[in-house]
């Protein structure tokens, strides 16, 4: 699915594409991201419609989904020509999802107090390799420069 093609679909303008604003930097390098979209749940289903009457690839169907406890989101995934994922969300459900949990930092402490990764380490099992964004940047910016 093209630029144009998301702008008439979902109905939407791109206010500023890729960063062609002067004052904003460019990136060189490819980035893969789920990008997500907050609608209102009305929305949603005349949005899935105009998506199938145009032939684009819807890979999940309006769907509900349930957080026990929480609000149930209504989301519908389509994708680009590459597979990537774009995600329609129910603005309403998920704005209620995203608000800040008093318990969090609470829940926080206590899960890592209770984490026994040490001993996981202890038995000579690999450790996860950090890499920053910069290595990652470069790396990513040599893979997919064309050479001259």
């Given at each position: 699915m093209t630029i144009r093609d998301q702008e008439n679909v979902s109905s939407l303008t791109s206010i500023d594409?890729?960063?062609?604003?002067?004052?904003?930097k460019k990136l060189p390098f490819i980035v893969y991201v789920i990008?997500?979209?907050?609608?209102f749940f009305d929305w949603l289903?005349?949005?899935?419609?105009?998506?199938?009457?145009?032939?684009?690839?819807?890979?999940?169907p309006l769907v509900k989904l349930d957080t026990p406890g929480k609000a149930t989101v209504q989301v519908v995934i389509l994708a680009d020509?590459?597979?990537h994922e774009i995600c329609f969300v129910g603005?309403?459900?998920f704005s209620e999802l995203s608000k800040m949990d008093a318990k969090a930092d609470e829940m926080l402490r206590d899960a890592m107090s209770?984490?026994?990764?040490?001993?996981w380490y202890k038995q000579g099992k690999p450790q996860a390799k950090y890499v920053?964004?910069?290595?990652?940047?470069?790396?990513?910016?040599?893979?997919?420069?064309?050479?001259?």
């Open positions: 594409r890729f960063g062609n604003r002067k004052d904003s990008l997500s979209r907050g609608y289903e005349p949005l899935e419609a105009k998506v199938k009457q145009n032939n684009h690839k819807i890979q999940t020509p590459n597979d603005e309403e459900a209770k984490d026994d990764s040490g001993e920053s964004f910069e290595t990652s940047a470069a790396a990513a910016a040599q893979i997919f420069t064309k050479p001259k």
